[in-house]
């Protein structure tokens, strides 16, 4: 019954941090979409390992990543494209690349 009721709680997460970048995404707000990916990989990523001592994590997991990922770089994209200025997109970029690095790792 428990590995039951935490899977299920691992699906219930996975929905709320698909809508949230959703939200994120539609409503145009850079710092959801950064804080929210680095808030994933701070404090969910060992939830969604396959095994405690396995680099690999769940696919349904791997896939919310990735989301967030290509929004941050389309986020990168379309600023840089627009001219959109922005006071800490130093801070973005770093961010960007940091957790693409470790996201290739994983996979």
Request: charged residues 30%; glycine residues 2%; positive net charge.
């Amino acid at each position: 019954m428990e590995r039951k009721e935490a899977r299920s709680k691992k699906d219930e997460l996975l929905l709320y941090l698909k809508k949230t970048l959703e939200h994120a995404s539609n409503t145009q707000q850079s710092y959801l979409i950064f804080n929210g990916a680095i808030c994933i990989w701070n404090n969910f990523l060992h939830i969604f390992k396959i095994n405690a001592n396995d680099t690999k994590i769940r696919n349904d997991f791997h896939l919310v990543l990735k989301d967030y990922f290509e929004a941050m770089r389309n986020y990168l994209r379309e600023s840089e494209s627009k001219g959109i200025p922005s006071y800490d997109s130093d801070d973005k970029i770093q961010a960007f690349s940091n957790i693409g690095i470790v996201y290739t790792r994983i996979l």
